[in-house]
Every structure is written in structure tokens, then in C-alpha cells.
């Protein structure tokens, strides 16, 4: 049967949505005639036509803006940044036009902003991003990083359809290297529900978007070596949390970890952490750890930058010192 | 359902071929008052920049490059005749595809192979890639990829430079993709406001990756922006070394005396891909061609030898031992170590080393 | 008193060059029922700000800041004529106003008491209390809620307009904002993207030549903001901002050209920021020569002269319209005054669709 790659899953849910739905839109940079550079939005342009897959010129607050007002007046605009670490340029119309309109106004906002995020391919400090936690601390915002290609899929249908701005993060790592076999029907996946991708009872490791790969290794090595069997919990959605399956697997298993590839100060896994001591604490045998990058931005050159990943290694090495609680 | 539902892939469809840029109309290279010898040193610089570029692609191929590598061949005149119309202690901050601006300035092709190689001994040490260093010693500043950020950058060092009463330009590129960015538009406005001299070299090289400058902006020359913030500007044949010395130096002086910002519109062609990985099949093979035909050393290494500064000989082993230090230089950078990996943690705020 | 840089400072109505449209369409005068509209909403405009600023503000009655256009009426009011209503979706215009656009709301039938309420804060204020004075938005009066990130509305005015031209309609997306606002990054994103898409927007600049202290030549270096349109390839013209008659002309062309499908116009109208950048502002930096000079140069005694000469209205007429005017806002400051405060828990709703 035919394997669906990632980046090929998150074209199939665009291009479905848009012959779904008529006032579903593209708008980018490179998004058209090229197809985007990361070939998302390829064949796009001649299927649905230079009105709905538009080649915009350099300006990402323009391209936000416009979705923006588009979506105010009933269409369903998807806007790419080529590299998501350019959301920065759209900071503004992002955090303080599209997220407060409904509050302020009561016009919803129902765009989309995607664009690929993460690191390990020698992007450098600026094509290696994970930018979620600007967004994250932003109400009226949601925020979602899908790390297979079933939720890719699911997941841009789903915040297509949605009702406010959606910030859709894609691994650019994952994009190739993911592959399933994907239904044939339509169907979603809910933006505020985590999946376990692996049951246990002896720790739980909470993360998302391309770590889930490394963590799931782990956990086989764990298993292996000590007998020690792992919840994995794949988050998909960092705003809103999903809190009940955070909850669950802290008091299934009392030992949480929590690994994520954005830096380790004002990332997700402090929210969590704090979630979990308020909620939970007392079915807690240790504290709750965290994996994460460190508080650099993001080096360029192999060594540096392997330095500065989480990986398989050091998920084991904080896994170990849990289990050992 | 449509076939890419199905997992089918279609063939990409026969592009409607983009208006690409013709090139300007061809007029005789003129020496604006150069003695041979700066003559020769541009020349030099000119041939530099291509075989390092050269260079860098060959490592690219050889898998030895990380990250992605940009060109600028065809647009070598550009970063060589602007920077060269400089004072030493003007400010300078190239861009991507500037590359022949740092040669000028004398910053080492060793320096240069490190960065792309992402050694120790880059200026960056290997924290990032590409020209993103400065080079304060040299008046260098060096970009980030986010386009337009430079030219604030850049109004705030001349009006730091102003405020101390020194008298430095401060010059920066952007490309026509860029100038759609907001913050062309706040940098170059507040340049003009202040009256300060910022030199802004717009390069029109007809394509921001597969945007064509049809898409970016309605006016058919960007010079037409100078009027547009109160300040002057000029259009020139970017293939020209000589016409872009010769602009430089009008903006540069225009600046000194307080004339304010010049932006100065460089036309020249992309004959590369955006990058490395990127063929550019969008653009029409004729209009590549046109360009070619233009190609900005060939048109300067006829000028010398017409005006008799220099024989073909000449050139030639001008170019060879251009090789050879090439060569030198990146065989030193590629065994040169790699930075070890705690480095990564410092440098992130002062007395964090 | 000279700006800084020695240039001098506010430029008088004679200064003002009303650079003629390309195109030989004349827009047809207004007739005498629109001229009587527009006088009347100057006025309406003129005094609800009174009551705002003079009144209520220092009454301790309003929560937060005063923002009003007094001076710059006619602006508002000669562009809003051409905002096309009452077809539905797919015939009316849309329009992005700035806090000194009172007339506008007005105009697309935001009744005072609702403005009255919202600057007080009150639950049945057009935000509901969840955001201040001029913020105000409502789709059903075609009105997109500006934020106080200036040149922020450019891009999403732009937005609308390419979902016009999407749908193939003739709608125009109207967009007002100051001079200040024009050195914004995302004024320069928005302006050129309506450019090289050929987009219907109206860019409805208001030049009162002071963005809070800073005076216009301190803010550009281009004589007139108009100035700028030919770096993105579109029509500019400069109109003298305190003639109604040569708004409602200048917009009129404007609109028309948009909806020809020629795309988008930059319209800069020259008038004077009468108060201070707030009411909590006494604009002491602003010469005192200057505020009499612009006095003199009022729009509405200015509009009521010519109607006057006319003969379309006489004396009492006015005071027939004025006393109609202070009867209404009486009555909309007294319903204001009685609106509840909203419940504390609404603080939380509305962040998301559902709630």
C-alpha cells in the first residue's frame, strides 16, 4: 500500500480542504509557481488557480495582515512562512490583531499560520526555530505540532476548520524521513488531544513534534536494558494542553518526564511541570524532569548543534535517574 | 478526487513564463578617473570572488558545505564596485550575496571557507553560518537571514557614527525582494529623516527565489523609491564595475557632505538558483541567456585589455595564482578542527565566555 | 516655531497642491440631501466629541483615554459618503477607520449611546467593555476594529480587498489612518501588496501634521505623504483635508477607480489636529499661531458658509439642526449613563469561538 510522507500528508489535507471548501486559500512567499519551497503547496497553483494560491511579495506582516482580513470577511486563509523562524517579522498582526479580535470585538479570526519549525539540519540560528511558546503565552491563539503524518494530515484539516488563528507547526526534520499509510477518508484530528503512542506503567515521557521519535527510542532501550515500561504520550496540541492526558499519565505512573526541543527556560515543560504540582503532586514518586534544549539560540556548526539537541541519550540519561526514584 | 489525492504526483505543468528582466541597454564601460593599478586591484577582487564562489560550490558538491550555499556570479560587480568606492573606515554590511564587499574590505578567503565549513576558527566559530559575522575591525556588519533588518541596523551606526563626529557612510545591500519588507521601509525612512548617509544598494537581480520582481512591486524600477521617502536615488547597470564605482562614490560623497541617504538601484540578473539545491527551471532559459551575454568580469577584462592596462597573459596568471591561494586556503580550512560542543553554551550574554 | 531641523513648520491650506486624478471621470457633486448628510454628521461628530472630551472625560465619567478629530471632520465624513451599503455580503464595502474617525461609525449607523457606552466602558459598549474608546469594531456595520498598533489595519484592509477581488465583486475596502502612521513597516507591507495585487482599497491618509509631539517633517522627509505613492506605482494626490467638497471628489474618483478594477489610491488630505494627541495632552508644543491660523480655516463654518450661499440652508435651519443634534445626545449620554458595567466574568469569555 502506498506510504504518505509528512510534508506529502500536510499537501494532501491543504489540497483537500481547498476543493472541500471554496474560501479556502494559500498565500506565501514562493507558494505558487514554485510550489513551495518545501514543495507543500506544489501543483496547488494550476489545480485551484492564481486566486487562491498567491505568490506574495516579501512581507510577512502583510501576509498575516491579509489573512487576516480575508478571514474577516468569510474566507479560510492558510499563510505560509517559508521557514517559521520569519514569524518573528509577524509578531505584531499575529499576538495582537488576530488573537484579540474575537476578545475585543467579537470577529473571529479563523486563519491559519504554518510553516516549518525545528532543527537538525544545519539550518543555523535561523532556519532551526521553535518558536511555540511566544504563541503558546498568547490567548486566543492555538498551537499545534504534529509529529506523524496521520496528525500532520488531521491536524491542518482540523485547524483549517477551526473557528480562531491556528499556528501550525511542521518539523521540517520529520518532512521525508515520516512515512504511513494514511485512510482514505476524511477525517480530523482534534487540536487540545494528546495520543499515547506507547503504554506503561514505570514512567511516563510527555513531548512532541520530532523528539517523539527520540523518545520512543528511548523507551525501547529502556525496556531492553531494565525492564522498565514507558508511557509515551505525543502532546500534538501545546495550546490548549491537553491536561487530562498529562494528568493521567502522571498519576498512572507517578515519574514524568518531559522532553521537548525548544530551550529549556520558558518552555512548555515548566508549564507542565507546574500543571502537574498543582494538580497532582501527591500521586508523584519523583519530580517532574525535563529535557530540552538549552538556553542558546540555535548553533550551526555539527558539533555545537548536536550539543544543543535533545536526543535519545540524554532522554535516557534524565529517564534513568527517575526510574532510579 | 483529484490524482494527488490518490498519492499520484503530477508533472509539473508548462509555467506561464514570468516577464523576467530584460537586461538594461548595453553601453561602453568608462573609467570614472581610476588609476591601472586600482583598476587591477578591482579586477582582482572581481576574480576572486567568482573562484571562491567557484570553490564553495565544488565543496557544496563534494558534500563538504554546511548548510546551504548562496551565489552571487553575475552580480560580482555589484559587492566589488560599491565597496571598493568606500573609505576604509565607512560601515559596511553585506548581504547574502555579497561576498566579493568582504574580499575588498580584506577579510581573508580563509575566513571565509571556515565559516561555510562551520570550523572553530570561523569568525562565528561555527555558531552560525554563511556571512552572518561582523567584522568590527574592519567596519563590518554582518547580516541575519531575516531580510530588511540591516538597513535600521545600519541608520543607527551612521547616526551613532554622526554623533561622535565621525565622518563614515554607512553602506548596506538589500535585494529587490527585500525592499518589500517593512523594515526596508522604517530603516530607509528613518535615514531620511535624520539626513543621515546611509548608502542603500538595491540589487535587482530579477528574482526573490521563484518570485519574480513582477510580483514584488508594481514600479518598474526601484529607483523610483528615492522620490517616494524624500531622498535620492540612481539606477545602474549592475554588470558595469565601473558605473557601480561611479554611483558609490556620488552617494558616499552625497552623504559626506550631508546630502543625506542615496538609494541606488543595481541591475544585474540571478543566474543561479536561489541556492544551491534550487535549478531555477522557473526562469526562462532566454532571459539566462540575455544575461550571460553580460556577464560582468568578461565585460571588464575587455575594458582593460581595449584600454590597454592589461594583456590576456596577464589576466590569466592573475587567475592562477588566484587558484593557488584558493586552493591553500581551502585545504586549511578543511582541516581545520570543528568547534568543541560546550562552546555551544557561550557567548549567549556578556561574561559568559 | 521652526522644527528642529530648521524646516519650517505646518503647512496652510495654500501649500496644498490638489494634484488632479488621472482619470477625466468626474464624480458627480453631491446633491442637496447629501449635502445636508454630511453637514449634519460633521456636526453630530463635532459635538459627541464635545461632550466626550469637555464634558464627560473631566466629569471622571470616561474609562481611559480621549482620542477625537476635531478640526478633521471633514475627512471622515467626505469619505464615508462613498462607503456602499445595504446590498449584503457580496455589495458592501468594507472600512478600516482610526480613532479620529468618529464620523464614520456614525455614518454606518453606530448609534452615540453605543460609542457614548463604549467610552465608558459599559457592557452594552460595542466591545462590551473588553476593549476602549475608538477601538470599535461590528461586520454588520462593515466596521473592522483598528488596534493601537498604527499601520497594523493596512495589511488586513488589504486582506479584505483581495477577498473582493477573489469573489469578483466591485466592493472597496476603505482604509484611514494618519501620517504617522504611514512610516510603519506594516503600512509600507500593506500598501505595496494592495499595489502589485491591484487590489480596490482607498488609502485615506489623514494628515493633521502631528503624530502625538512629533511633527510631520520629523516624520518623513518627503513633503507630502501623497509622495510616497509613486514608489508603489499607484495615484497619490494631496487635497486640501478642511474642504468637504474636495474630499467627497478626491474619495469619489478614488472608489470609482478601485472599483474599475485599476486597484488601489493613496489620498492624502492636509488638515490640522485641533487638541492635543489625547485629551490628557495640551499640546504645548504645538504653536499657538498655528491652532488660530487652522480656527480659521474650521470645515464645518467653512461647509455651512457655502450651504449658506446657496441657499440650502439659512439660519434657522442650523439652529433647527443643532438643537436636534444636542436633543439627541442628551438623550444618548442619559442611556449611556444608566448602561451596567459588564459581569467581572466576562473577563474570560470570548477569548475562543467557543467561549
Redesign the interface.
Known amino acids: 500500500m502506498?506510504l504518505?510522507t509528512y510534508v506529502?500528508a500536510i499537501?494532501?489535507g491543504i489540497?483537500?480542504e481547498m476543493?472541500r471548501d471554496d474560501r479556502v486559500f494559500v498565500l506565501g512567499?514562493?507558494v505558487g509557481?514554485?510550489?513551495g519551497?518545501f514543495k507543500v503547496t506544489?501543483?496547488m497553483l494550476?489545480?485551484f488557480g492564481e486566486m487562491r494560491v498567491i505568490?506574495?511579495?516579501?512581507?510577512e506582516?502583510?501576509i498575516v495582515g491579509a489573512a487576516i482580513g480575508a478571514a474577516l470577511m468569510g474566507m479560510r486563509p492558510i499563510a505560509e512562512m517559508?521557514?517559521i523562524?520569519?514569524i518573528?517579522?509577524a509578531f505584531d498582526q499575529i499576538t495582537n490583531f488576530a488573537a484579540k479580535n474575537r476578545y475585543r470585538w467579537g470577529a473571529g479570526v479563523p486563519i491559519v499560520i504554518r510553516g516549518p519549525s525545528g532543527g537538525g539540519v544545519?539550518?543555523?540560528?535561523?532556519?532551526s526555530q521553535n518558536p511555540e511558546m511566544y504563541f503558546v503565552h498568547t490567548p486566543g491563539l492555538k498551537v499545534v505540532a504534529p509529529a506523524t503524518a496521520y496528525d500532520a494530515k488531521g491536524l491542518i484539516k482540523a485547524a483549517i476548520r477551526d473557528e480562531d488563528p491556528v499556528i501550525y507547526l511542521e518539523h521540517k526534520y520529520l518532512y521525508r524521513r515520516i512515512k504511513e499509510e494514511l485512510p482514505k477518508e476524511d477525517y480530523t484530528v482534534p487540536i487540545g488531544r494528546a495520543a499515547v503512542r506507547r503504554e506503561g506503567r514505570d514512567l511516563a515521557i510527555l513531548t512532541y513534534g520530532a523528539m517523539l521519535y527520540q523518545a520512543l527510542e528511548a523507551a525501547d532501550v529502556l525496556a531492553r536494558e531494565a525492564g522498565l515500561q514507558t508511557e509515551v504520550v505525543d502532546l500534538r496540541s501545546l495550546l490548549p494542553l491537553d491536561k487530562d492526558a498529562i494528568l493521567s499519565a502522571a498519576k498512572k505512573t507517578g515519574k514524568v518526564l518531559v522532553v521537548h526541543e525548544d530551550t529549556r527556560t520558558g518552555g512548555i515543560a515548566g508549564e507542565i511541570a507546574a500543571i502537574i504540582n498543582e494538580e497532582v503532586f501527591e500521586y508523584l514518586d519523583g519530580p517532574v524532569l525535563r529535557v530540552t534544549a538549552?538556553?542558546?539560540?540555535v548553533?550551526?556548526?555539527?558539533?555545537?548543534e548536536?550539543?544543543?539537541l535533545p536526543n535519545k541519550q540524554k532522554i535516557l540519561e534524565a529517564a534513568r535517574r527517575l526510574a532510579a526514584y | 478526487?483529484?490524482a494527488?489525492?490518490k498519492?499520484q504526483?503530477?508533472a509539473?505543468?508548462k509555467?506561464r513564463p514570468?516577464a523576467g528582466a530584460q537586461p538594461p541597454p548595453l553601453e561602453p564601460l568608462r573609467n570614472p578617473g581610476l588609476t591601472r593599478e586600482q583598476l587591477l586591484v578591482m579586477h582582482r577582487r572581481l576574480r576572486q570572488n567568482r573562484m571562491l564562489e567557484e570553490k564553495l560550490s565544488a565543496l557544496y558538491r563534494q558534500g563538504k558545505i554546511?548548510?546551504g550555499l548562496y551565489s552571487s556570479l553575475g552580480q560580482e560587480a555589484i559587492s566589488v564596485g560599491s565597496a571598493y568606492a568606500l573609505a576604509p573606515g565607512d560601515l559596511l554590511a553585506p548581504m547574502i550575496r555579497n561576498i566579493g564587499s568582504l574580499l575588498v574590505r580584506g577579510v581573508p578567503p580563509l575566513s571565509l571557507f571556515l565559516q561555510f565549513l562551520?570550523?572553530?576558527d570561523a569568525p562565528?566559530?561555527?555558531?552560525?553560518?554563511?556571512l552572518?559575522f561582523d567584522d568590527l575591525g574592519r567596519s563590518i556588519i554582518g547580516p541575519?537571514?531575516?531580510?530588511?533588518t540591516l538597513i535600521p541596523v545600519m541608520t543607527g551606526a551612521a547616526l551613532a557614527a554622526r554623533n561622535r563626529g565621525e565622518d563614515r557612510v554607512a553602506l548596506t545591500y538589500i535585494g529587490e525582494?527585500?525592499t518589500?519588507?517593512?523594515?526596508?521601509?522604517?530603516g530607509l525612512?528613518?535615514a531620511?529623516?535624520l539626513?543621515l548617509p546611509l548608502v542603500l544598494v538595491v540589487e535587482n537581480n530579477g528574482y526573490?527565489?521563484?518570485?519574480p520582481a513582477?510580483?514584488?512591486?508594481?514600479?518598474?524600477s526601484l529607483a523610483?523609491?528615492g522620490?517616494?521617502?524624500?531622498?535620492a536615488s540612481e539606477s545602474v547597470d549592475g554588470t558595469d564595475v565601473l558605473a557601480v564605482y561611479g554611483a558609490t562614490r556620488r552617494a558616499a560623497e552625497r552623504g559626506r557632505s550631508g546630502g543625506?541617504p542615496t538609494l541606488l538601484e543595481c541591475r544585474a540578473f540571478r543566474r543561479r538558483g536561489h541556492a544551491e539545491h534550487d535549478d531555477m527551471w522557473?526562469v526562462p532559459k532566454e532571459i539566462v541567456a540575455a544575461w550571460e551575454k553580460r556577464d560582468p568580469i568578461d565585460r571588464f577584462e575587455t575594458f582593460l585589455v581595449d584600454e590597454g592596462h592589461a594583456t590576456r597573459k596577464d589576466l590569466r596568471s592573475v587567475e592562477a595564482a588566484l587558484a593557488d591561494e584558493l586552493e591553500e586556503a581551502a585545504q586549511a580550512a578543511l582541516a581545520s578542527p570543528?568547534?568543541?560542543?560546550?562552546?555551544?553554551?557561550k557567548d549567549?550574554y556578556a561574561g559568559n565566555e | 516655531m521652526l522644527a528642529k531641523?530648521g524646516r519650517t513648520g505646518a503647512r496652510g491650506a495654500e501649500d496644498v497642491r490638489a494634484v488632479a486624478a488621472r482619470d477625466t471621470d468626474a464624480v458627480p457633486a453631491p446633491d442637496d440631501a447629501a449635502l445636508l448628510k454630511m453637514l449634519y454628521y460633521m456636526k453630530l461628530t463635532r459635538s459627541l466629541e464635545f461632550r466626550i472630551e469637555k464634558r464627560l472625560y473631566r466629569q471622571g465619567k470616561i474609562v481611559g483615554g480621549v482620542y477625537v478629530g476635531r478640526g478633521q471632520e471633514a475627512i471622515s465624513v467626505g469619505a464615508a459618503m462613498h462607503i456602499r451599503r445595504g446590498g449584503g455580503e457580496t455589495f458592501d464595502d468594507i472600512v478600516s477607520p482610526s480613532h479620529r474617525d468618529m464620523a464614520v461609525f456614525l455614518m454606518q449607523g453606530v448609534p452615540p449611546e453605543r460609542i457614548l457606552a463604549q467610552y465608558m466602558g459599559r457592557a452594552t459598549g460595542l466591545t462590551r467593555g473588553k476593549d476602549g474608546n475608538m477601538h470599535m469594531g461590528d461586520l454588520r456595520h462593515r466596521l473592522v476594529a483598528f488596534i493601537s498598533h498604527l499601520g497594523d489595519s493596512i495589511p488586513v484592509a488589504a486582506g479584505c480587498a483581495l477577498t473582493f477581488r477573489q469573489h469578483g465583486t466591485d466592493q472597496v475596502s476603505f482604509c484611514f489612518f494618519g501620517e504617522g502612521a504611514t512610516?510603519?513597516?506594516?503600512?509600507?507591507?500593506g500598501v505595496?501588496?494592495a499595489?502589485?495585487q491591484?487590489l480596490p482599497v482607498v488609502f485615506v491618509c489623514n494628515n493633521n501634521q502631528y503624530a502625538y509631539s512629533t511633527h510631520v517633517t520629523?516624520?518623513?522627509?518627503?513633503?507630502c505623504v501623497s509622495?510616497?505613492?509613486?514608489?508603489?506605482?499607484?495615484p497619490g494626490e494631496s487635497t486640501d483635508g478642511n474642504d468637504v467638497f474636495a474630499v467627497y471628489a478626491a474619495v469619489g474618483r478614488a472608489a470609482a477607480r478601485a472599483r474599475r478594477g485599476e486597484?488601489p489610491s493613496l489620498l492624502e488630505f492636509v488638515t490640522f489636529r485641533m487638541t492635543g494627541h489625547s485629551a490628557h495632552d495640551d499640546a504645548g508644543y504645538v504653536p499657538k499661531a498655528q491652532f488660530e491660523e487652522w480656527e480659521r480655516k474650521d470645515p464645518i463654518p467653512r461647509f455651512q458658509e457655502a450651504l449658506l450661499r446657496r441657499r440650502l440652508v439659512d439660519g434657522a435651519a442650523l439652529r433647527e439642526m443643532e438643537s436636534r443634534i444636542e436633543a439627541e445626545l442628551d438623550e444618548a449620554v442619559a442611556w449611556a449613563e444608566k448602561q451596567p458595567f459588564p459581569d467581572p466574568q466576562e473577563c474570560l469569555s470570548d477569548v475562543y469561538h467557543d467561549g
Open positions: 502506498a504518505t506529502e499537501r494532501q489540497w483537500e476543493e512567499e514562493d509557481v514554485y510550489g519551497a506544489e501543483g494550476d489545480r505568490d506574495t511579495p516579501i512581507s506582516s502583510a517559508q521557514f523562524d520569519f518573528s517579522c544545519h539550518g543555523g540560528p535561523f532556519h538549552p538556553d542558546t539560540p548553533p550551526y556548526s555539527p558539533p555545537l548536536e550539543f544543543f | 478526487m483529484s494527488v489525492h498519492g504526483r503530477r509539473p505543468a509555467r514570468a554546511v548548510g562551520a570550523r572553530r562565528t566559530g561555527g555558531k552560525d553560518g554563511t552572518h541575519i537571514s531575516v531580510l530588511g525582494g527585500g518589500s519588507t517593512g523594515d526596508f521601509h522604517e525612512n528613518l531620511a529623516v539626513n526573490a527565489y521563484s518570485t513582477h510580483r514584488q512591486f508594481a514600479v518598474a523610483a523609491r522620490p517616494a521617502y524624500g531622498v543625506g522557473y570543528y568547534p568543541a560542543p560546550e562552546e555551544t553554551l549567549v | 531641523n512610516s510603519r513597516g506594516d503600512w509600507h507591507e505595496n501588496f499595489a502589485v491591484r520629523r516624520q518623513m522627509r518627503v513633503k509622495d510616497r505613492a509613486s514608489g508603489y506605482g499607484i486597484g
